[in-house]
């Protein structure tokens, strides 16, 4: 059983259908450790009513990564993190990190490109097709090899608040899935690109 580590910057929905999917034993893990770098998150208070640690760090990846590490933690989990990891994190984890994105990279992402941002742009320039995406953190923002994404049409809506429920439902699915996945040991890099088993 693998040991995870969440960390989430608001609300924590995606933590939610974590934790909802560990509860129901579709995930063959723990989670150790909720991990916020905003004190208010109500991610935080989620992993609170359900028995999980928490901390609030804020722009201190060695600090990070000595409780990672004094927690045996094997997989990292972004869930609605928005800051940008240290090569300081991302070294000391490599292949053992992955971030939830909500629009299929490779559109809409990169450099301030999280949260509402990406379903603004993705209404302001017409796509008729949105989803999220389940990639591998590497040094390069949104840039790690690909894991899942899963797509839907949005041809019908007109407001981004809409594009972001609609997109929210897919990542409510699609991060357990890959996070059991992994837990699994059944997702493999290979030639720089993931192979699912």
């Known amino acids: 059983m693998l040991k995870i580590a969440v960390f989430v910057s ?5 933590l939610q259908s974590i934790i909802d999917a560990v509860e129901a034993g579709k995930i063959n893990g723990k989670i150790v450790l909720v991990l ?29 990564v000595r409780m990672l590490k004094e927690r045996e933690v094997d997989l990292i989990v972004l869930a609605g993190y928005l800051a940008i990891l240290t090569d300081t994190l991302i070294d000391a984890y490599p292949q053992q990190i992955i971030n939830i994105h909500p629009s299929l990279i490779p559109s ?41 994404q899963v797509a839907c049409d949005i041809s019908d809506l ?30 493999k890099i290979i030639d720089g690109k993931v192979k699912v088993f």
Do not use: W
Request: glycine share 14%; charged share 30%; with cysteine.
């Open 10 to 14: 608001g609300g924590g929905t995606d």
């Open 36 to 64: 916020s770098n905003r004190l208010k998150a109500y991610g935080l208070e989620r992993a609170r009513k359900a028995g999980i640690e928490t901390a609030v760090v804020k722009k201190d990846d060695e600090l990070i």
């Open 108 to 148: 809409f992402c990169g450099p301030g490109m999280y949260g509402m941002h990406v379903h603004d742009a993705v209404l302001a320039r017409g796509a008729k097709v949105s989803g999220a995406t389940v990639h591998f953190v590497s040094h390069e923002v949104d840039g790690g090899p690909i894991i899942k």
């Open 158 to 187: 007109d407001r981004a608040e809409d594009i972001q429920a609609r997109v929210l439902e897919i990542e409510h699915q699609l991060l357990p899935e890959v996070v059991g996945l992994y837990c699994d040991g059944k997702i």
